[in-house]
């Protein structure tokens, strides 16, 4: 990560990947580590919210 920049509703995520991965796949892992991490963080309310049904 070189840099990133928060503000209440954005995040800017400034990231240097190597030229032979291609920038949708590393969207894609930053996507997927993201959204695991908030669903074992919030797991308990995301329970509540969709009835038990996961």
Known sequence: MISQEIQPD?????????????VVNAVKVLKGVTASRRFHRFFERK???SGGKL
């Open 47 to 49: 329970k509540r919210l």
């Open 10 to 22: 954005d995040v800017d995520l400034f990231v240097r990947i190597q030229a032979a991965v291609a």
